[in-house]
């Protein structure tokens, strides 16, 4: 390999594993099978805050040095490293900082580069074969091994040429052929339609292991139009290379650990799924999808599976997604011309999309309900959504105790909850009738929930009995010593 055109080491997962080792926050284990154990782990490891991420080698059945990675943006500084953002953060600071850089972002193209890390091994015609990478069995009741959580597909739209990457799971049925689930209405299901209407294949890359920034980017709403790889070299200040695939002509990372190029057709589909999903459910069940028929495989020496396998909220996926999806919705608000919000939270137990909570300083009349309906439809809040509230500036809207509060005093049932209905869903909702999932109706309503003051007598709303600020941080210099 040309060493002058080696992957940029910020994009690289390895350096930024090295980082996390410095940090301490990185765990080695011999032995774990991909068949129950690593999926078992990762299980407890993506419930408990703050622990380690975890690297999975010597698979029994599989060659040393192929390598699992788990749990890798379980913590905020983690999730800081990856972002090139200060360590020691909240995760409200970091998201903060993250709306800041979103805010004055300006995309920063990928270069393209004829060689990589990534070409170290490469697989074409009879030597294919997928399962020498060791997909674990996630959940138990998963139908297949998963090659894709943590990953990522790059497609093309076959009218503008814009490139997405989007976060979409991959099974595997066989040594060349890939199965993945993209929900209706995201990028890579719009730019497939498009090649299957015109009765073309859909080229695909799949990326299964990079620079967890890319990964970040690839399962958040970049908007419509932004290839994701040049939205983290906006953020990171940094151009990513990637070489042209030879297959597909599709963007590939350079310094990726696997990829593979194929494509799918409108003819082929094979059951996918069950698949334990990030609501907590095994709910879209198992339905023919397309599969991709892998042409070209590429890995590095030793590679390394980025897992990222959904829970049960709060989950790793929640945690790490709050404190991003929070300010792109924040930067959505503002975008969509509303003033005044004082703070975002996409709450971790609703999987980061089904609960949302916005604090708002009230300027006029309606203006809450304004921020209701923006943040319950717009492109971050839009799909999946459940439960929108809006409380005043004086409530932290990360914190839920302080949210029902505002909820259980503020609002008045009867007259404070506003309904959307038919409002993009998904197939993964486990609250879709049989009779609408059966007529392919995955639409759901969204309850809205005006939790200020209101406006109009909201200097005559009985005062809180909350101490101020400033007797509250006396009373803790007098009197913290009582609590211990
Ligand atoms: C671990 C993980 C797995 C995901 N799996 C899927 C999936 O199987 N299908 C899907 O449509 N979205 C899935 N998502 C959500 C999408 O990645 C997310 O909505 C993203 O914004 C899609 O990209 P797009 O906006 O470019 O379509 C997943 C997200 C994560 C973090």
Redesign the pocket.
């Known amino acids: 390999m040309d060493e002058a055109k080696s992957a940029s080491g910020m994009f690289d997962l390895r350096t930024w594993l090295e980082r996390v080792d410095q940090l301490g926050a990185l765990r080695r284990v011999d032995g774990a099978s991909a068949e129950a154990d690593i999926g078992e782990a990762s299980d407890l490891l993506q419930h408990t805050e703050d622990a380690p991420a975890v690297l999975f080698d010597n698979v029994p059945g599989y060659r040393s040095g192929f390598r699992v990675l788990v749990n890798a943006l379980g913590s905020i500084d983690r999730m800081s490293v990856a972002l090139g953002a200060p360590t020691g953060l909240t995760k409200l600071e970091l998201s903060t900082v993250w709306r800041d850089r979103i805010l004055k972002l300006e995309p920063v193209k990928s270069v393209e580069v004829t060689d990589g890390p990534v070409m170290e091994n490469v697989q074409r015609g009879d030597d294919i074969d997928v399962t020498i990478f060791p997909a674990p069995l996630w959940h138990p009741g998963d139908g297949g091994r998963y090659l894709g959580?943590?990953s990522y597909d790059v497609t093309r739209d076959p009218d503008d040429g814009w490139v997405?990457v989007?976060?979409?799971?991959v099974m595997v049925h066989d040594a060349r052929r890939l199965g993945y689930?993209?929900?209706p209405g995201?990028?890579?299901r719009l730019h497939r339609q498009k090649y299957f209407d015109r009765g073309e294949p859909c080229p695909v890359a799949m990326v299964f292991g990079s620079h967890p920034a890319i990964f970040l980017a690839?399962?958040?709403?970049?908007p419509y139009g932004v290839t994701e790889y040049d939205w983290v070299g906006g953020v990171l200040g940094e151009r990513l290379e990637v070489i042209r695939g030879p297959v597909t002509g599709l963007p590939i990372p350079a310094g990726a650990e696997i990829v593979v190029e194929g494509y799918a057709t409108d003819t082929e589909r094979l059951p996918e799924g069950p698949f334990g999903e990030w609501t907590g459910y095994y709910a879209s069940g198992e339905r023919p999808e397309p599969v991709l028929h892998v042409e070209a495989v590429y890995y590095r020496n030793d590679p390394i599976i980025l897992g990222?396998p959904?829970g049960r909220p709060p989950d790793e996926?929640s945690r790490y997604?709050a404190p991003l999806r929070s300010a792109l919705l924040h930067e959505e608000l503002l975008k969509a011309g509303v003033p005044d919000i004082a703070g975002v939270w996409q709450h971790e137990a609703g999987g980061s999309r089904m609960l949302i909570v916005v604090a708002l300083t009230q300027r006029y009349p309606g203006h809450a309900s304004q921020v209701l309906h923006v943040a319950a439809s717009c492109h971050t809040g839009g799909?999946a959504g459940k439960y929108v509230i809006v409380v005043d500036d004086d409530i932290d809207p990360s914190n839920l105790e302080e949210v029902m509060w505002a909820v259980c005093t503020r609002s008045e049932p009867a007259e404070s909850i506003d309904f959307v209905r038919r409002a993009w869903s998904t197939p993964l909702d486990p609250r879709i009738t049989p009779a609408r999932r059966a007529a392919g109706d995955f639409t759901n309503s969204r309850a809205l929930i005006d939790a200020t003051r209101p406006f109009e007598w909201r200097d005559s709303f009985p005062p809180v009995n909350v101490p101020p600020l400033a007797a509250r941080q006396s009373a803790l210099a007098r009197w913290s010593y009582l609590l211990h």
């Open positions: 959580t943590g997405n989007g976060t979409y799971r689930y993209i929900s995201k990028h890579g690839a399962s958040n709403e970049v990222c959904p996926l997604r799909y």
